[in-house]
């Protein structure tokens, strides 16, 4: 892989993450807020405590598993180890 696709998946990789942050946003947002007015308990707790936190944890675990599967690729960064193979692992 040339040092510009690197360069290219690192760009996407990065804008990917910005994103889901923006989404996880959203949905902490919504989660909160927009359920602040709903009536209900879980635990003894309001929906809108439940849904902005254990919700927004288990979402961002979610994201996390999307981007590692379908946008983050394995590559290795450093020039010098990727023609020695693991020879500088022992």
């Known amino acids: 892989m040339s040092d510009y696709e690197k360069y290219q ?36 707790l309001p929906i809108w405590a439940v849904t902005s936190s254990l919700g927004v944890w288990f979402f961002a675990i979610v994201l996390v598993r999307l981007l590692t599967s379908f946008i983050f690729r394995d590559m290795e960064l450093d020039e010098d180890a990727a023609g020695e193979g693991d020879a500088h692992h022992e």
Do not use: D, N, P, Y
Request: glycine residues 22%; aromatic residues 16%; negative net charge.
């Open 9 to 44: 998946q690192i760009k996407r990789e990065a804008g990917w993450t910005g994103l889901a942050l923006f989404v996880l946003i959203g949905f902490w947002l919504a989660a909160g807020f927009g359920l602040s007015g709903m009536e209900g308990e879980v635990f003894g």
